[in-house]
């Protein structure tokens, strides 16, 4: 398997790191079932971050790797509170120190491969958090540093200081806000990982316009980020997708990953399933390669 398929682990004991859904999403039985069948697939790399579940996605991710015996390649995140504590978030050099060796125990590794800052801190320097990012490195506790939800201000303040290796910002065909550090990523030869890359759900073709959402889907549990989504020309750029899906004999949810990993400026996409059967399309879009005229065209659906 291409490790262009990344396993996104954030709905592990929780909905991302909101305090409010710890202990939903995926218990530690369904979490485990997503693991294997994506190892199974050949997606051997895991992303997740010290906050997700309050803490139960690293701990299961731990507990997986001990019992099975396999170790993925492994990508963390800092900055939220792992037990939602509204006044230890951040990305100051004695919390990041802190927080690493709460990952490190509940992973139960002594090094991840990437270590990323999960949002900008306005009230620490950049420097004083990609310096402390290189001391981890020169420490052997990470193997590369990187940020996600970043602009293309933060990285160019950054840069004086160290490389970067890694930027992962959503991106997808209905979020392309991350156009401008996709291209700074690639002039600068950073990875650039997707994630969101079915803006939540809505690329799978699952909200029907004039119908309220499924239950239990993203739209009835944290819906904020994508209400700008309930639009006609979002749906009709979707029943436009469907059609250029059926087209090429696949579902929708293929085609638009497909569109984003046909990019060769995408170093991979993280996928988040609820389900095993979640996979099969990022499996498939690895074999549907598109031409950059296809991209362009699938673009146009949602100007």
Same mark, same amino acid.
């Given at each position: ?57 690293? %701990? ?20 939220? !509170? ?8 951040? *990305? !100051? ?54 940020? @996600? ?8 303040? #950054? ?18 806000? @991350?156009?401008?550090?996709? @291209? ?30 499924? #239950?239990?889907?993203?739209?009835? *549990? ?44 995408? %170093? ?24 950059? #005229? ?10």
């Amino acid at each position: 398997m291409s490790p262009r398929i990344i396993l996104g682990c954030g709905n592990f004991g929780g909905i991302g790191s909101a305090p409010a859904f710890f202990g939903q999403g995926e218990s530690r039985d369904e979490a485990f079932e997503l693991m294997d069948a994506a190892w199974e697939l050949g997606i051997t790399a895991f992303d997740t971050a010290d906050a997700y579940g309050g803490g139960r996605s690293e %701990t299961w991710i731990g507990e997986w790797m001990a019992a099975r015996g396999r170790r993925p390649e492994l990508t963390t995140k800092v900055f939220h !509170s792992v037990v939602g504590d509204p006044a230890d978030r951040g *990305l !100051s050099r004695e919390r990041i120190l802190r927080q690493i060796e709460g990952s490190l125990a509940r992973l139960g590794v002594d090094r991840v491969d990437a270590y990323l800052a999960h949002e900008p801190d306005p009230g620490t320097p950049v420097a004083e958090t990609i310096e402390t990012f290189a001391e981890l490195v020169a420490a052997e506790k990470i193997g590369s540093m990187g940020a @996600s939800n970043v602009d293309r201000a933060w990285l160019e303040e #950054a840069l004086p200081v160290t490389q970067v290796s890694v930027v992962q910002n959503s991106y997808s065909l209905l979020d392309r806000e @991350s156009e401008d550090v996709l @291209s700074l990523c690639a002039e600068r030869g950073f990875a650039f990982t997707a994630f969101g890359p079915l803006a939540g759900g809505w690329l799978t073709g699952k909200y029907r316009r004039g119908e309220p959402p499924p #239950a239990g889907s993203r739209m009835t *549990l944290r819906p904020d980020p994508y209400v700008h989504f309930y639009d006609d020309a979002v749906y009709d750029g979707l029943d436009r997708l469907d059609e250029a899906a059926r087209d090429r004999g696949v579902d929708m949810p293929t085609l638009a990953l497909a569109w984003l990993i046909s990019d060769p400026r995408v %170093t991979a996409a993280v996928v988040g399933p609820r389900r095993p059967e979640h996979l099969e399309p990022a499996v498939a879009a690895l074999d549907l390669q598109l031409a950059e #005229a296809e991209r362009d065209e699938l673009a146009s659906l949602f100007p």
